[in-house]
C-alpha cells in the first residue's frame, strides 16, 4: 500500500493532490459526523421504552435522569425538554419540545449532503488527471525523437491511469459513508420526531397526575 502511495504521488501529476484533499476532507468528515451520531446517544428505544412506563406509572423522575446522563443526545435534550416542563400550561411544553426538536434536527443533518460533493469532485479530479495524463502522452509521442516516444507514451498513461483509479477510490468511499451516515441521520431525526410526539403525551399523564384539567394536545411535532 505505501509502496503505491509513493508511486501515486511521484507518478500522478498535480490533480493527485486535489484528490488527495478531498480523501483528507472526507476522513474530517466521517469522524465529525461519528462523533456526532454515534458517541454520546442515548438508546431511543430505551426512551420510548422507559417514556412508556413512566406514561403509566405517572412516575418521570427515572426518564429524567437518564436524559441528564446523555448531554449531547439530540433524543435526551427533547425529552429533557418536555419532562423538566411538566406540569405547566401544555402550549408552553409543546412550544419547548418543537422548539428543541427545531433545533436539533439540523445539526444532525448538517454535513451528510457533504459525502456526495466529495464523491462528485474527487472522480472529477480523477478525470482532470486522466485529460492531462493522455494529452501529455500525445504531445509527447508527437513531438520527440522515435526513442523517447514509447517512454513518454507509457508516463503519460501511467499518470492517467493513477489519476483514475485514485479518483474513483475516493468517490466510491465517499459513497458508501454517504449511505451509512445518511441513514444513521434518517435514524435520529425519525426518533426525535417520535419521542417529541411520545413526550407531549407523557405530558398529559403528568397533568392528569397533578389533577389539573385540561385536554392532551393532539399535534404531531414531527410534522412541525
Not at 429524567?64 to 411544553?93: C, M, Q, W
Not at 501511467?158 to 466510491?172: K, P, Y
Not at 468511499?173 to 407531549?200: E, F, G, Y
Request: glycine share 8%; proline share 1%; charged share 20%.
Amino acid at each position: 500500500m505505501m509502496e503505491f502511495m509513493s508511486e501515486l504521488f511521484k507518478v500522478g501529476g498535480i490533480f493527485v493532490w486535489g484528490i488527495l484533499g478531498c480523501f483528507g476532507f472526507l476522513v474530517f468528515l466521517t469522524l465529525k459526523k461519528v462523533k456526532e451520531l454515534w458517541l454520546g446517544q442515548v438508546d431511543s428505544t430505551k426512551v420510548r421504552n422507559l417514556l412508556n412506563e413512566s406514561i403509566k406509572n405517572r412516575k418521570f423522575d427515572e426518564i429524567l435522569l437518564l436524559a441528564k446522563n446523555y448531554p449531547k443526545s439530540a433524543v435526551a435534550k427533547i425529552v429533557e425538554a418536555g419532562v423538566t416542563r411538566f406540569g405547566r400550561d401544555e402550549n408552553h411544553i409543546y412550544h419547548a419540545v418543537s422548539a428543541t426538536v427545531s433545533e436539533e434536527v439540523p445539526k444532525i443533518q448538517a454535513g451528510v449532503a457533504a459525502f456526495s460533493f466529495v464523491a462528485n469532485i474527487s472522480t472529477l479530479f480523477g478525470l482532470l488527471g486522466t485529460i492531462t495524463g493522455m494529452i501529455s502522452a500525445f504531445k509527447g509521442v508527437a513531438s520527440e525523437a522515435a526513442a523517447a516516444k514509447q517512454t513518454l507514451l507509457a508516463e503519460g498513461i501511467s499518470e492517467a491511469m493513477h489519476c483514475t483509479a485514485s479518483g474513483l477510490f475516493v468517490a466510491v468511499a465517499a459513497l458508501v459513508l454517504a449511505s451509512i451516515i445518511n441513514s444513521r441521520a434518517t435514524k435520529l431525526t425519525s426518533d426525535c420526531h417520535a419521542i417529541a410526539d411520545k413526550c407531549l403525551e407523557a405530558s398529559g399523564a403528568r397533568l392528569y397526575q397533578n389533577g389539573k384539567t385540561g385536554t392532551v394536545m393532539n399535534r404531531n411535532v414531527g410534522a412541525a
